[in-house]
């Protein structure tokens, strides 16, 4: 069955309204949502338990990925996004598209997904160990609301028998995945980090959504922020005072597990650290810092830092600032805000 574009986004818009009744803990709203109360209650299930199996993945953190997700695949945001395509009503040549997806937070491989399926292609996904719960449980969904997506959503072990590949991964695995992949058509996406560029005309309310951009899923993600620039007379208590409020996260045992870890090699090395008790500050030219941390540097000349960062551009997935992206809205990227800065729908409709 080959759907066209409209079935393709109709189910697509479903999906994230049933994502947003899970992420607001509504009870079954009934048959209009497209699934029986069994199915529905099983992917609340998830949602409660998927910690079990991985500790990072706290319901408050799946939650939290369904809610940003609700909110990105809204029917104007679809159009938004499609509209700068021009994708085939009916896809006659669909190709099947391995995805390698990561697995460092709550749905990072949707948005690839998504985009193969709106493209009207295929998609073969390998699963991250860390996630291979939501995934399936989320094709699962869009199969019950559009059954057509049977034919266009399998799950593997092992890819063989694909046209082109999206993979993400580490600058090492990317190293395989370019030598493996080589002889087709692919994306590989490398480590990459974020950061926040501070002027010192923050409002109180703008740090501590800032807090969200270096908390929100532990900081593991490639879009959390990782290290701030901050001018050289920038009182750094006026940043701890803002954000004192994420302190509950060090209860979290992983985490403090990695803070811990960290104070101590540092310590023992004489490294000069500021320490509120739940997050490390270390002054480090590099960008990305380790769980449970937060590199900063001074500066002099902001022109200076935003020569450097564009510079550094292929290693950086976001910066949060003035000018930059709006504190708080990180770990809330719309459907055009490519990992890596690669159009990954331009990309799937040249194949």
């Known amino acids: 069955m080959n759907l066209n574009l409209q079935h393709r986004k109709s189910a697509i818009v479903q999906l994230g309204a049933t994502l947003e009744s899970l992420a607001n803990d509504r009870i079954w709203p009934g048959f209009g949502c497209g699934l029986t109360r069994e199915e529905y209650e099983e992917l609340s299930l998830i949602i409660d338990r998927h910690y079990i199996t991985n500790g990072w993945f706290t319901r408050e953190n799946v939650i939290k990925a ?56 295929s998609a073969k996904i390998k699963l991250s160990s860390s996630d291979n719960q939501l995934i399936p449980a989320i094709a699962k969904i869009l199969i019950t609301l559009e059954p057509g997506f049977a034919n266009q959503i ?66 593991l993600g490639c879009r959390n922020i990782s290290k701030i620039f901050v001018p050289r007379s920038y009182n750094l208590n006026s940043f701890f005072e803002a954000i004192y409020s994420f302190n509950p996260i060090v209860n979290h045992n992983k985490y403090a597990n990695n803070y811990d870890y960290n104070k101590a090699v540092w310590l ?47 290693e950086i997935q976001c910066i949060v600032g003035q000018g930059f992206l709006n504190f708080g809205n990180a770990q809330n990227p719309m459907l055009w805000d490519y990992a890596d800065g690669i159009d990954t729908i331009e990309f799937l409709l040249k194949l």
């Open 66 to 121: 369904f809610s940003s997700w609700a909110s990105a695949l809204k029917a104007k945001n679809i159009d938004e996004w499609i509209d700068n395509y021009a994708i085939s009503e009916k896809s006659p040549n669909s190709k099947i598209i391995g995805i390698i997806c990561a697995g460092n937070i709550p749905l990072v491989g949707l948005h690839d997904l998504v985009s193969v399926l709106i493209a009207g292609h």
């Open 154 to 219: 399998s799950f593997t072990e092992k890819l063989s028998g694909y046209d082109a590949v999206i993979a993400t991964g580490s600058n090492n695995s990317s190293r395989y995945f370019e030598y493996y992949f080589s002889k087709v058509p692919h994306i590989i996406r490398k480590s990459r980090t974020s950061v926040a560029l501070l002027d010192g005309t923050e409002s109180r309310e703008e740090l501590a959504s800032l807090g969200n951009d270096i908390f929100d899923y532990f900081g």
């Open 268 to 314: 023992l090395n004489q490294e000069n650290l500021l320490d509120n008790g739940f997050i490390l500050l270390k002054e480090d030219q590099r960008l990305a810092s380790p769980t449970a941390s937060l590199f900063f540097e001074y500066y002099d000349d902001i022109e200076a830092v935003k020569q450097r960062l564009e510079a550094d551009s292929n």
